[in-house]
């Protein structure tokens, strides 16, 4: 409570947890309090405000007038909200070698190491190397590792190195083991690098025992990697594009049995991925307006198949006013097509890179590009989507495939590459995984877990696109002390 103020600071701050995927409403009443009791019902209401907080952190200051219960302005009162992100986001880069080893096989070792963090716990692990086989005097692959899982964001605080020779059993033996804080690894460089030797306990007893081998740290530095908040905060915009799919696999949309019939008593299930991914897209785009394309129809008037036709039958202008308006241009388009084949995706994934390869030129993190394609089938022209994809993979560009109905998804699965990254025909490797597919019929009409899954895995996607071509934020957000209004 501020005392006898029209132009109040409040200096209360909370922390929120917050989720991209999800769509977190809140709701901020303000009233004018005149007595000593906890009950708001006794004293005057000022004024609200309802939004959510992908809102909140995409706008970085948000000032937006007070409604009364009836959403008509309260007078001429505004709100204004700032926000930050309260974490440690800073990262140690590494550069490790290591050199005379023991050899546990043999002639030789095939060494990894393991980086552990201390906790009241014990030792935790933190990082894992990949593993240099048949090598004595390893140099491991660059790598970081965030602060807080390395030493809680301590720098004077123990982390242990185990240095392990691999076995495909998992029982890998361990070579040794070193203790150092992360200033101490700081003072390494590829002139002089910081050196520790790597001692096992079991050879202690051993005459003439020093160590097994020494471990190297050519470079250990401290930076600070931009989080999905800083970015989004920093001004980047989420440019989201929808692709629908128009094959004739789909039904004729007049008959009940149709994918794409529109129920008047409910949505299909093309509608309820669109409103389900597109809520929580929405606040991230500043002018709300979607572009939509079609693909697998014949077209008017021509009447040609057409993989990349805008759903308004406006070329120049393919772009819808907000999720209603989505919906909208979706329904009125399906009585003016022919639903044909076959099912090909490359040109709408060219389409969305052109403009993605357009925003990489700025040389700074301004734009980012999410593609939702949902679909019926199986891919037509399998090569040239994976060849669309790898290209894609290079862009600030992600794809979210939906696919609807009961057919086989086995193509859509290998795709979506988990497990190892997607190559082109010509055997190109894409540089990440930018393709997330979910089946709806797993969700069962929850829209709100389906938005959940095909959502969780974008902001990590959108940090380690720009964080790996070192692109910043537009600007960077400091909160003032206090609004202005």
Excluded at 24 to 49: A, H, M, P, R
Excluded at 167 to 179: A, V
Excluded at 433 to 452: C, E, M, T, Y
Aim: net charge negative; proline share 6%; with cysteine.
């Amino acid at each position: 409570m501020i005392l006898n103020c029209l132009n109040p600071r409040f200096s209360k701050k909370f922390v929120i947890d917050y989720y991209f995927e999800m769509v977190q409403k809140l709701k901020f009443c303000v009233y004018d309090i005149d007595n000593n009791t906890y009950d708001l019902s006794d004293d005057d209401f000022l004024g609200e405000l309802e939004c959510t907080l992908g809102q909140i952190v995409s706008n970085k200051e948000m000032t937006r007038p007070l409604l009364l219960r009836n959403k008509r302005p309260a007078g001429h009162g505004t709100i204004t909200i700032f926000a930050e992100e309260m974490t440690d986001n800073r990262v140690a880069d590494f550069e490790v070698s290591a050199h005379h080893l023991d050899k546990k096989y043999f002639w030789w070792s095939d060494p990894f190491l393991e980086f552990y963090r201390q906790t009241e716990t014990g030792w935790q692990l933190a990082h894992r190397t990949e593993v240099i086989k048949n090598n004595l005097n390893p140099t491991w692959r660059p790598f970081r590792v965030s602060l807080r899982s390395l030493c809680g964001g301590d720098v004077e605080k123990p982390i242990k190195v185990d240095c392990y020779d691999y076995h495909i059993s998992g029982s890998h033996d361990l070579i040794g083991s070193c203790k150092a804080t992360l200033a101490e690894m700081q003072q390494g460089s590829h002139f002089s690098p910081v050196e520790f030797e790597c001692v096992n306990p079991k050879k202690f007893k051993k005459k003439n025992y020093k160590n097994s081998g020494v471990i190297c740290i050519k470079r250990c530095q401290i930076l600070k990697e931009f989080t999905f908040l800083d970015y989004i905060m920093g001004g980047c915009q989420i440019n989201f594009t929808i692709a629908i799919d128009f094959t004739g696999s789909n039904g004729d949309p007049r008959t009940p049995g149709s994918l794409h019939y529109i129920n008047p008593e409910g949505y299909n299930e093309y509608q309820t991925a669109i409103w389900a991914v597109g809520n929580v897209i929405q606040d991230y785009d500043s002018n709300k307006m979607f572009p939509v394309f079609g693909f697998g129809a014949q077209v008017p008037p021509s009447w040609q198949v057409s993989h990349e036709f805008p759903v308004n039958f406006n070329p120049s202008n393919p772009f819808c006013a907000g999720i209603e308006g989505v919906v909208q241009a979706y329904q009125q388009c399906l009585p003016q097509l022919k639903l044909w084949g076959p099912t090909n995706f490359s040109p709408i994934i060219n389409h969305a890179a052109c403009f993605a390869r357009q925003a990489m030129q700025q040389n700074i993190a301004s734009q980012y590009y999410v593609l939702l394609i949902i679909t019926d089938g199986v891919i037509t022209d399998m090569d040239l989507t994976r060849t669309a994809i790898v290209e894609a993979s290079r862009l600030p560009m992600s794809i979210i495939i939906v696919g609807v109905g009961g057919a086989d998804f086995s193509a859509m699965e290998f795709l979506d590459s988990d497990d190892k990254l997607l190559t082109s025909p010509r055997g190109d490797v894409a540089s990440r995984d930018i393709v997330q597919f979910v089946p709806f019929r797993d969700f069962q009409g929850n829209s709100v877990a389906l938005a959940q899954s095909v959502l969780a895995e974008l902001p990590d996607q959108v940090t380690s696109f720009f964080n790996s071509y070192k692109l910043k934020p537009p600007k960077h957000f400091t909160a003032p002390s206090a609004p202005q209004h």
